[in-house]
């Protein structure tokens, strides 16, 4: 069992930054991979981006390639998701979630329905 908590939310105008942090408790964290997700008022759940359990590869979403970045710290169970160069369109609840396993490709792990645990989410705005 994993239990993930996000942080880091908030208003920011465009341009600016953020950066949200999911923290996980729970046995093995260090075992999973973890993805980042956003969900804006009627649309669907959008993949942002993911990290493979060791940290050793990444995938992001095309329109936040070069803005954001995700790390992980598996010392501190922690996964970040630096935000940069913000638009209003980034604006949404912001999710991570995690999922146990090696298998690893963009296909699979931009699928929420790829993933085994989930926090309850953290608002994005971004608007001047």
């Known amino acids: 069992q994993v239990q993930l908590v996000e942080s880091g939310g908030g208003l920011v105008e465009p341009g600016g930054s953020l950066r949200l942090s999911c923290a996980a408790s729970?046995?093995?964290?260090?075992?999973?991979?973890v993805g980042w997700f956003r969900q804006a008022p009627g649309n669907e759940r959008e993949f942002v981006a993911a990290?493979?359990?060791?940290?050793?590869?990444?995938y992001y979403q095309g329109s936040v390639k070069g803005r954001f970045t995700i790390s992980r710290d598996n010392a501190k169970n922690t996964v970040s998701l630096q935000m940069n160069s913000l638009k209003p369109e980034d604006t949404a609840v912001y999710y991570c979630?995690?999922?146990?396993?090696?298998?690893?490709?963009?296909?699979?792990?931009?699928?929420?329905?790829?993933?085994?645990?989930w926090g309850q989410g953290t608002q994005v705005a971004v608007s001047s």
């Open positions: 990290i493979y359990w060791s940290g050793g590869s990444i």
């Open positions: 729970g046995r093995d964290f260090s075992h999973y991979h």
């Open positions: 979630a995690a999922r146990r396993g090696t298998l690893w490709s963009y296909s699979l792990l931009s699928n929420p329905g790829g993933y085994d645990y």
